[in-house]
């Protein structure tokens, strides 16, 4: 089935380790996203990539990072974590124009 | 900038009940697209409808309906006659254009109690 996989679903880390969360998709969408979803917060992004090599920074992107060198591959880095980071993180991704957009099943991250 | 308002934090009704879930947004764009997101406690975000800024029309779809009203800034969802299968967290959400990132409300929980 066409669509965004997320890997790991969850993950307990120690806070001060780095882990990369990852993205892949399959339908050849220019544009992916980053959110972190919070209780009482909704979403928020984090960083997004227009296209194949090219990044920027969403609502709340302080203490992650991104790189997109191919269409598919989206991974998120977080490089010392922290327990605020404890969150659900969705990778997103849409295709040419104002489309709908595609959400992965989530990483559920605990910091502790 | 643009802005997604869900008011409602927590809704509970029961079974059967209608229920209408509130969004106002803010945009200075004139192009722009609304979105409804629903939330089931499984985690997984389940797309429901998109609504561009020139299509006032009012949809329904089942049991759901969605009201756009340009005037007032909203976009408002009504379940009818819930169920518990309703029971989940509703997100609204605007896009302004190309290259424009999706904004999310913070939520609406809804809970259908049998």
């Known amino acids: 089935t066409a669509g965004i996989t997320q890997a790991p679903t969850s993950q307990i880390l120690a806070a001060g380790r780095s882990m990369t969360l990852r993205c892949t998709q399959d339908?050849?969408?220019?544009?992916m996203y980053w959110y972190r979803q919070d209780l009482g917060l909704g979403l928020r992004l984090i960083h997004y990539?227009?296209?194949?090599?090219?990044?920027g920074k969403g609502e709340v992107p302080d203490g992650y990072s991104v790189s997109r060198a191919n269409t598919d591959d989206f991974p998120l880095t977080l490089a010392s974590a922290v327990p605020s980071q404890t969150s659900v993180y969705f990778c997103?991704?849409?295709?040419?124009?104002?489309?709908?957009?595609?959400f992965g099943s989530g990483t559920r991250l605990t910091v502790v | 900038a643009q802005k997604v308002t869900q008011a409602q934090t927590e809704i509970s009704v029961v079974e059967k009940e209608d229920v209408t879930l509130d969004c106002v947004y803010e945009?200075?764009?004139?192009?722009?697209?609304l979105f409804w997101y629903k939330q089931p406690p499984s985690g997984e975000l389940v797309f429901l409808i998109r609504?561009?800024?020139?299509?006032?029309q009012n949809e329904i779809s089942g049991r759901y309906s969605w009201n756009f009203q340009k005037s007032t800034s909203s976009f408002n969802f009504t379940i009818t006659a819930s169920q518990v299968v309703d029971s989940a967290v509703y997100f609204c959400?605007?896009?302004?254009?190309?290259?424009?990132?999706?904004?999310f409300g913070k939520g609406i929980t809804l809970s259908v109690r049998p």
């Open positions: 997103a991704s849409s295709g040419q124009g104002i489309g709908g957009y595609t």
């Open positions: 339908m050849r969408h220019n544009a």
């Open positions: 990539s227009n296209t194949a090599g090219t990044t």
């Open positions: 945009t200075r764009d004139t192009t722009y697209y």
């Open positions: 609504r561009n800024s020139f299509d006032e």
């Open positions: 959400a605007l896009n302004t254009g190309a290259n424009s990132k999706l904004t």
